[in-house]
């Protein structure tokens, strides 16, 4: 009974900290798009980030 317990509470240990790291991971991933975007030089780059801003009706300027 005590090795059940026991067993749960890791797996419940283990999906909680799954979680945390993939949330993490998509975190950054979306941090490092913004930013790639943000701060590119090519103009095809900017134009499309700007293009889309504009096509959700979202101020930008």
């Not at 590119?40 to 930008?60: L, Q, Y």
């Amino acid at each position: 009974m005590a090795q059940t317990r026991v067993a749960d509470q890791t797996t419940a240990v283990q999906a909680r900290t799954t979680q945390v790291m993939q949330a993490g991971l998509a975190a950054l991933l979306g941090l490092a798009l913004f930013i790639g975007v943000a701060l590119s030089h090519p103009a095809a780059i900017h134009n499309a980030a700007h293009d889309s801003r504009h096509g959700i009706a979202a101020p930008c300027h």
